[in-house]
């Protein structure tokens, strides 16, 4: 099996190179955020190959805004995790992310993909205890630079790396990956069909697929104003057009090809003090969890926009922070009204072959 190239977001000599989504990652916050109230704009309106081409510059565009709001309030793995009672949000994702290694069975000989890696805290944690060479697949030059750091301060970075690419688009051959997963990337697909076809495209027959995404619930009911309203808000402050239910989700990646093995709502695993939206109510009060709870969030957006009036903060710094904070609510008014999953689990199979140990 071919090893799959691995990419910095300069280029690699004799590797295929793309260009970044977003030439401007990690540049202007102003013009990044202005290109994404655009960009969403554009896509609102659009159908077809036009929202397929501008959907994932919006994402990306999105992420050259929240990166660093991310990592401040939620440190490397941009995920929820179930959690058990006791356990810090700390250990029940790094609880979470080993064990999808676990359940995928990955080893030292593994070749793995990581769908939209983020700044690859999950990356990170499952090379380190599984010993699997893992590609990140990332549309967004600017989490890349960050994931890099990571890579060489855990010194993994020359058994894995990343690829430069959108997930619905990847510049390597077929079957070149024994096992694949995904951390709540997929949810940001404008075609969840396409998008599938090249999971299943990547994967060696016999290779393996985690997916963990973003879902409403079997409760949301479309002809419900109010459930219409959470979720195009949290559409809108997620950049995630258009989430399915479970069951279309699950019928979605039957459809393309795969063998499902079993799927699951992890948030129902939650124990019923810390359910998985928690650390966005306030309920988690450190110096850590500022970030996340609505106090700290409401701090946060007014401190910056002061820092910003003052030339302190970079200019848009506040109202990233507003959208940011319309994103949370909804996602705790979801959680409350159960109409909405940050952590629909599939497990599915590429038919045939065997995947080696």
Known sequence: MAEPARIDV????????????????GGDLREALDDFLELKEMVAAQEGDRALHDQPQMVSRFYDVVTKFYEYGWGQSFHFSPRRSGESLRDAVRRHEISIGE????GPRSKVADIGCGVAGPLVTIAKATGASITGINLNAYQIARGQRS?????????CGFLLASYMDVPLDDGCFDAAYSFESTCHAPDK????????RLLRPGGELALIDWCLTEDFDEHDPVHRDIRDRLEFGNATPNLLTTSSQLDLVRTVGFEILSS???ALECDPDAPWYRSLQGRDL???SLGRIPAGRWFTARATSLLELLRIAPAGTGEAARILNVAADSLVEAGVARIFTPSFLIHARKPGGSVPS
């Open 286 to 288: 450190s110096l850590a």
């Open 103 to 106: 359940l995928l069975a990955l």
């Open 151 to 159: 890579l060489r301060r855990a010194g993994l970075h020359e058994t």
């Open 10 to 25: 300069h280029g690699t000599e004799g590797a295929p190179h793309r260009r970044p989504v977003s030439a401007n990652s």
């Open 193 to 200: 069909t396409l998008c599938f076809k090249e999971l299943y």
């Open 264 to 266: 699951r709502d992890q």
